[in-house]
C-alpha cells in the first residue's frame, strides 16, 4: 500500500504507460464521501495542455479478496463499459490497474462534471427543471440496465446470482455474525421472509442505483455511479432502492426525494415492456431499508477491524436506526411516547460534560472547517455531528434503556438484564416464538426504535413522520 509521494510516483508510472496522450501527472486529489471506496481527480499534462482524470481504488489501497457478492473493481470497470454500450450514461473506462502497479484495485476513467451529491440533487434551483422528469428517466435507465445481455458481455461468469429469498437470508446471516442485537432488524426479516415475492425474471441489477449514485447535469443523467455490488437478480429491487427513505434525502417525494412512483414505473414499463406491481415493489422497499440499517452497522465493525479507520465509518454506523424507523414507518406505525431528556450529576462549578463537548464541536464546525477543504472539511463536519449524537445520549440513553428494561421485564416475565432480555427478544423473533402481529411487542419495537433515532439523528426524515401520528 502506497502513501504520499509513492503513491503519486507509482500512479504518473501509470498514466504515462498507459493513458493515450498523457505525458506525466500533474496533480492528485482525493474527494469527500467514499466511505466504501476512495475516489481521487487526477490532472494530467497532455499534447495540447492539461486533462481531468478520475481515479477509483479501494479503501487504503489494499489488494481485496474477491468473493461472489464483491468481485472487485475490475468488474466494476468491465459492468460500466457494458452499460455504457447499451446506452446506459457512463464515462469511459481507460485502464484497470494490475498488482503490478501497486496502487491496489481500482480504475481510471474519464472525468465528468455534474452533480453527485443527492442533498443537492433534491433541492438547487440549478436543477429544478430537470427534477421535474428525472424519475421517469431513472426509470428508464434501470430499464437499459435491466435488459445487458449477460452472455455477450461475459458477466454471466463474473457475478453471483441470487433470489430473492436467498437475499434476505444472506443479508440476515450477515448481521447475525455481527452479534449487535438489534430486534427490529429481526422483526424485519421475519416480514420479508412471509412476502416473497413470487412472479420475477433473473437480470443484471446495479443494487445501488439511488440519488447520490448518479451524476446530474441540468438536463439529463450524466453517469451511473457505483457499481461495486451488481449482481444477478429480481430488477425491482433497483426500483425499491431509489424509493427507500434513506435516499430521499428528507423530502417527501418517494423516488430519490425528487419525483413520484408514477413517473418511475411509466419510464420502466415504457422502455422494458414489463409491468410494475406496487406490492412487489414495496417489499424491496423495505429490504432497501433492512439491507442499509444492516450496512451501516457493518461500516461500525470496518472501523473496529478494518483498514480505513476514519471518522466517517462510525457515524454511518449509527444510520441503522434511521434505516430502523423507516421499516417502523412501513410495517407497524403506530404511536410512540418520547422519552424526557434526563440531566446526569454536573461537575458542580466545573464545565459540565456537555459544555466541553459543544466547545469541541463548534470549534470543528467555525474553525477547522473554514480552514480546510475537501475531505478534510467533509470529515470535520462529520466529526462536529459525531459530538452531536454524543451530547444527546447523555441525557437521553439513561430514561430510554430504562423504559425498554420495564418493557423487556414484562414482556417474558423476568428480572434479567437489558443485554441478556434483548438478546432473548431476538432470538424469540427468529425461532419464530412470537407472532409478527404481537401487539405488545409491536408498540415496544417501536418505541426502541424511534427513540433511539431522536439520540441517533432527531432531523431524520423518519423519527418525523413516526412521531406526528
Known sequence: MLQGDSFEQALDVVVRENIVDCENLISVHRLSGGASQETYQLVVKVRDGTKLLALRRSPGGEFVERTPQHPGLDVEALLMKSAKAAGVPEPEVYYVLKKSDCLGDGFIMEWLEGETLGARIVKIPELADVRKGLAYECGRVMARIHAIDLESTGLRDRLWEIHPGEFVEQTWDRYKLLDSPHPMIDYTARWLMEHLPEDYELTLVHNDFRNGNFMLSPTHIVAVLDWEVAHIGDPMRDLGWICTNSWRFGKDLPVGGFGEYEDLFRGYEEESGRKVKPEHLKFWEVFGSFWWAIGCLGMAEHFRSGPDKTVERPIIGRRSSECQVDCVNLLIPGQVELVEPETGLSSLDMPRADELIISVRDFLKNSVMALTEGRDKFLARVAANSLDIVNRELSLSIPQQKRELKRLRELFSSTEDLSYLRKKLVKALRDKEIPLDDERVIS?????????????????????????R
Open 444 to 468: 415496544h419495537l417501536r418505541s426502541t426504535v424511534v427513540n433511539q433515532v431522536a439520540i441517533d439523528q432527531p432531523t431524520y426524515s423518519g423519527f418525523t413522520k413516526a412521531t406526528k
